[in-house]
């Protein structure tokens, strides 16, 4: 198995509706792509435990943290180069996303 792992942070901006619209829009990207075997995403909840952010000086927190697993890496790479993928970043991210932070490894 292979593991994405990305976090998010919104452009200060960000339209209210262009985020909600991001996540109903989602469900469909990950449902339209085969190679996707489980997914997992969720906006911050900043449920605490922030004494070690403010004691070390580290950025906030971001507001989306999103998780994808395929059977390899070449999965990983049709579904990041895939004509769907591509249309919903330009349509739903580059709008509302300021910051993007992400991991790819293999999952045992």
């Known amino acids: 198995m292979f593991r994405h792992m990305a976090i998010l942070k919104f452009k200060p901006d960000a339209k209210q509706a262009d985020i909600d619209a991001y996540f109903a829009a989602f469900p469909g990207l990950m449902a339209s792509l085969p ?12 449920a605490g435990g922030e004494t070690h952010v ?7 927190n971001y507001d989306v943290g999103l998780m994808m697993d395929f059977e390899s ?35 045992d």
């Open 73 to 107: 890496g070449a999965d990983y790479l049709k579904y990041t180069e895939s004509p769907e993928h591509q249309a919903f970043f330009a349509k739903y991210c580059v709008p509302i996303l300021a910051e993007r932070v992400v991991a790819q490894f293999k999952k």
């Open 54 to 60: 403010k004691k070390g000086s580290f950025a906030p």
């Open 35 to 46: 190679v996707i075997k489980a997914w997992n995403i969720g906006r911050n909840q900043g």
